[in-house]
């Protein structure tokens, strides 16, 4: 089994965030640092993972975390802050986020052990639509409404066109619902900048056809077989 398949399926991270622990250097296998992307791990091989012994995990785990701010979406972190971890310790086996949220967003992050899973959900060929409400600062126009509904530059790169519906207008500030289906680096905050609209508060909603609803901040619930099957498009 290929290096990063074998992470994915020991539920560490996604392929993709697989391939950065090897090129870190944090793979041995049978004692021997791995560094080689195409690694093929023999059957019955050790294998650690930052000095863990790390195995394919038996039982798969979905579920759906409704993340308050200034929580980590990491496994964890050099400054020990607050990390997503911290609000699934009851969860015995071993979990990661698919994707980010920022430490000043809140809302819906999915956590998993199926690696396979999160890179199907984090490809960017997928689609993967996902749902924020935000509080931006003063007036959201028609005039910003059909920038962001075209696409905008948000520093040396044009975004995809958004789904965009005012939810509230305030005299000092406005409530406005986005969907997308980009995952760059606080992306809807750079895009409400980039029309002239400070956000003050974020929070993502849904992500495909899985929804916050009434879960609790700090909160999770197990994801269905039908929410599960459809985030992997065997609908």
């Known amino acids: ?22 090129k870190r250097g944090d793979i041995k296998v049978d004692g021997l640092r791995i560094t ?23 039982r798969k785990v979905y579920v759906a975390l409704n993340k308050p701010k200034g929580f980590i979406t990491t496994t964890q972190d050099e400054k020990d802050r607050l990390t997503v971890l911290d609000l699934v310790k009851d969860i015995d086996e071993r979990v990661f986020p698919v994707g980010r949220l920022d430490e000043d967003t809140s809302g819906l ?31 959201f126009t028609r005039k910003r409404e059909a920038l962001l509904r075209k696409g905008v530059d948000i520093g040396g790169y044009i975004t995809k066109p958004a789904e965009v519906n005012l939810i509230k207008q305030a005299p000092k500030y406005s409530i406005v619902e986005i969907k997308i289906s980009e995952g760059k680096n606080r992306q809807v905050r750079k895009m409400f900048s980039a029309v002239g609209n ?38």
């Open 1 to 22: 089994m290929r290096i990063n398949k074998y992470i994915a399926v020991c539920g560490i991270a996604s392929r993709r965030k697989a391939d950065e622990i090897v």
């Open 36 to 58: 080689e992307l195409g690694f093929d791990v023999p059957d019955g091989s050790t294998v650690t993972y930052q000095g863990r012994i790390i195995k394919p995990e038996g």
């Open 109 to 139: 992050l999915i956590l998993t052990n199926d690696g396979e899973f999160a890179n199907k959900l984090m490809h960017p060929k997928n689609h993967v639509q996902k749902t924020y409400r935000a509080k931006v600062l003063g007036d």
């Open 198 to 235: 400070k956000v003050m508060e974020l929070e993502r909603t849904a992500i495909g056809d899985v929804y916050l609803g009434g879960l609790k901040q700090g909160h999770y619930r197990k994801l269905t077989r039908q929410e599960i099957d459809r985030l992997q498009g065997e609908n």
